[in-house]
């Protein structure tokens, strides 16, 4: 079942900044940790950055430092502030959460690219 919709994706140069917004189901947002997740052709889909129900937050080291994972309880919404892009940045990035993820939960994703 599908509770997560991802918006805020699109076309920009390398060096530049996207902001992402995921409104996920308070029933999961109250309980998981809900994190970041990006996936190209032909690779396997990778968390870049997770928070936890208590604010705490964790980033792949391709993205620590210019990527940040935030939340907003009352909208029940997680955004990834995505800053210093790099073309290998480029993927379909998903929200989700992080631990017991089932086939049927994913989202459509939004499209990132990253170029020139």
């Known amino acids: 079942q599908v509770q997560v919709v991802e918006s805020g994706g699109g076309l920009v140069q390398p060096g530049g900044s996207l902001r992402l917004s995921c409104v996920a189901s308070?029933?999961?947002?109250?309980?998981?940790?809900m994190g970041w997740y990006r996936q190209t052709p032909g690779k396997q889909r990778e968390l870049v950055a997770s928070?936890?129900?208590?604010?705490?937050?964790n980033y792949a080291d391709s993205v620590k430092g210019r990527f940040t994972i935030s939340k907003d309880n009352a909208k029940s919404t997680v955004y990834l502030q995505m800053n210093t892009l790099k073309p290998e940045d480029t993927a379909v990035y998903y929200c989700?959460?992080?631990?017991?993820?089932?086939?049927?939960?994913w989202g459509q994703g939004t499209q990132v690219t990253v170029s020139s």
């Open positions: 308070r029933s999961i947002f109250l309980i998981y940790a």
């Open positions: 928070i936890t129900v208590g604010g705490t937050t």
């Open positions: 989700n959460q992080v631990q017991g993820v089932r086939d049927d939960s």
